[in-house]
């Protein structure tokens, strides 16, 4: 169970080239750099996984999901140097973006 205030930032990414190893490569060393942000407390980088059924959108090359102790974390998150240099060194990777917050009901 994650702590009442938690906030889950989870990003999809669909690349421009997505046969590219090598995209797909930058990208990947792109997010590991970017989760030396001192807000974060957990992320995970992930593929789609192999599951197939009517609700599942697969069509994203990777996801990007952080979790902070707060709103307050995530929103230094969005403008702490390494995420600024992230996003200029890498948006010439993606397509498109599409990003999912969340905050618990409890």
Known sequence: MFEKNSFIHHVYFW?????SINDL???IEGL??????TTITKFHIGKPASTKREV???????SWL???N???DQD????DPVH???VEQCSHLWSKVVVYDTVGVN
């Open 32 to 37: 590991n750099k970017l989760s030396a942000v």
């Open 66 to 68: 952080l979790l902070f």
């Open 56 to 62: 599942i959108d697969s069509s994203y090359s990777i």
């Open 15 to 19: 690349l421009k080239n997505p046969e």
């Open 70 to 72: 707060s709103k307050e």
């Open 76 to 79: 230094s998150y969005q403008t």
């Open 84 to 86: 600024l240099k992230f």
């Open 25 to 27: 490569n930058e990208l």
